[in-house]
């Protein structure tokens, strides 16, 4: 079973910064591409920012020149950074672990970690 474990949230002013961590013990971590979603109550969960396991990367719309996702295959671990942090880009946000086997997706989640973003 894949174990997602995300770290780093918590509360920040608008326009501050953090990091989130998520590390697995997996050893198909490096073969698999990786996420950030986010979600707040009564909303659907949503992609944040996606890296594949050879290193590209994309973004939704709404955070893009703000935030940067990243990984390190020698520690198993992917990295959100935020910055300019808005109170809209206050949710829970979620790691993320897509195994593809052909044409299929197995998907992993974290328990989630709170970003709250308030003066």
């Known amino acids: 079973q894949v174990q997602l474990v995300e770290s780093g949230g918590g509360l920040v002013q608008p326009g501050g910064s953090l990091r989130l961590s998520c590390t697995t013990s997996?050893?198909?971590?490096?073969?698999?591409?990786m996420g950030w979603y986010r979600q707040v109550p009564g909303k659907q969960r949503e992609l944040v920012a996606g890296?594949?396991?050879?290193?590209?990367?994309n973004y939704a719309d709404s955070v893009k020149g703000r935030f940067t996702i990243s990984r390190d295959n020698a520690k198993n671990t992917v990295y959100l950074q935020m910055d300019s942090l808005k109170p809209e880009d206050t949710a829970v946000y979620y790691c993320?672990?897509?195994?593809?086997?052909?044409?299929?997706?197995?998907?992993?989640w974290g328990k989630g970690t709170l970003v709250t973003v308030s003066s």
């Open positions: 997996t050893s198909i971590f490096s073969i698999s591409d």
């Open positions: 993320n672990l897509a195994r593809r086997i052909t044409t299929i997706i197995i998907n992993y």
């Open positions: 890296i594949s396991s050879g290193g590209n990367t």
